[in-house]
Antibody
Framework: QVQLQESGPGLVKPSQTLSLTCTVSGGSISSANYYWSWVRQPAGKGLEWIGRVSATGSTKNNPSLKSRVTISVDTSKNQFSLKLSSVTAADTAVYYC???????????????????????WGKGTTVTVSS | DIQMTQSPSSLSASVGDRVTITCRASQNISNYLNWYQQKPGTAPKFLVYTASRLQRGVPSRFSGSGSGTDFTLTITTVQPEDFATYYCQQSYSPYTFGQGTKLEIK
């Protein structure tokens, strides 16, 4: 079955760029049936969706993070990545990557009609922002 | 942005109890509503989509309902493994989570 694994530095200095990679195994990231997403969770707090990318590189991000977020995909490596710029202590969190599946009750649906959900998750990686 | 508000923030229950968690959206999201379960130190687990459809493998004691702005997740007979935090998430535009409801052992 599909598995996701996050990787990247566990410590980032304030004002620098946080970079994480999610490696997908057991399935192809190139499938048109899925998006690929990042979610984060500060210690003791709730989940925050960061953004998602398609296999073609199309992205959609959380407006609250404005232009600090860049999500990209590398189909040759079966990976997708997150870059978060100008980090502060508020960006300290566990970062999860997740597969976004979709459902439509009809045989053929336009994209806007699908129901999307995060059905496969990585185990998460802790990133601390500190000097 | 669509805000999701869960209630209660926490609740205590005994094994065998029936529990209901409520999620309210700040605007009409039809049935674009998912539920997740998270245990300490682990990633969230996907439970319910389209407000009421159970993901494969999710026990039938879980059920979801609702449409528009008001949704519920019900566990008919709470089992020891169900004590966790539950999150709703809207996928209407684009994705927002509720703040979570912690189900604790009484």
């Amino acid at each position: 079955q599909v598995q996701l694994q996050e990787s990247g530095p566990g410590l980032v200095k304030p004002s620098q760029t946080l970079s994480l990679t999610c490696t997908v195994s057991g399935g192809s990231i190139s499938s048109a049936n899925y998006y690929w997403s990042w979610v984060r969770q500060p210690a003791g707090k709730g989940l925050e969706w960061i953004g998602r990318v398609s296999a073609t590189g199309s992205t959609k991000n959380n407006p609250s993070l404005k232009s600090r977020v860049t999500i990209s995909v590398d189909t040759s490596k079966n990976q997708f990545s997150l870059k978060l710029s100008s980090v502060t202590a508020a960006d300290t969190a566990v970062y999860y990557c997740a597969r976004v599946g979709r459902y439509c009750k009809d045989i053929s649906c336009p994209n806007y009609y699908y129901h999307y959900y995060m059905d496969v998750w990585g185990k998460g990686t802790t990133v601390t922002v500190s000097s | 942005d669509i805000q999701m508000t869960q209630s209660p923030s926490s609740l205590s229950a005994s094994v065998g109890d029936r529990v209901t968690i409520t999620c309210r959206a700040s605007q009409n999201i039809s049935n674009y509503l998912n539920w997740y379960q998270q245990k300490p130190g682990t990633a969230p687990k996907f439970l319910v989509y389209t407000a009421s459809r159970l993901q494969r493998g999710v026990p039938s004691r879980f059920s979801g309902s609702g449409s528009g702005t008001d949704f519920t997740l019900t566990i008919t007979t709470v089992q020891p493994e169900d004590f966790a935090t539950y999150y709703c998430q809207q996928s209407y535009s684009p994705y927002t989570f509720g703040q979570g409801t912690k189900l604790e052992i009484k």
